[in-house]
């Protein structure tokens, strides 16, 4: 069995509420879980200590079972202090501009170039 420890939501439409909770990977996101070791709720601001709360003991015990975060709750754990900081992604190649606008940016830096004066 294959454990994960992953966010299902819970909370009525337009006001989203996370249970962080340990299931097998195959179970569906709102589906059966083993356990709940905690919540999250993004409505509350980035400072507040409610915002995510996490039973710190039993992710430890789930972890040494095999359990698996997922990217966001590994984040949170990293806050915590519970595991390392992962790294985060980066994609540069599908964030840089396209081909006729990397050209129109190189055009107006020779632009710029031949206008500024030799010093």
């Known amino acids: 069995m294959a454990l994960k420890i992953r966010m299902a939501r819970a ?3 337009k006001q989203p509420h996370f249970r ?12 059966k879980f083993l356990e709940k070791l905690g919540t999250y709720d993004p409505r509350l601001k980035s400072d507040d200590p409610k915002r995510v709360t996490l039973n710190e003991e039993r992710i430890k015990h789930w972890l040494g079972h095999g359990a698996v975060p997922s990217d966001r709750v ?9 595991r390392p900081m992962p ?5 540069p ?3 840089k501009p396209k081909a ?3 050209e129109r940016l190189k055009a107006a830096e020779a632009k710029a170039a031949a ?5």
């Open 11 to 13: 909370g009525a439409k």
């Open 20 to 31: 962080i909770v340990v299931t097998d990977s195959r179970n569906p996101r709102d589906g």
């Open 74 to 82: 590994a984040r949170f754990l990293g806050f915590a202090g519970i």
């Open 87 to 91: 790294e985060q992604r980066n994609s």
């Open 93 to 95: 190649e599908k964030s």
């Open 100 to 102: 006729k606008a990397q």
């Open 115 to 119: 206008a500024q004066p030799a010093s």
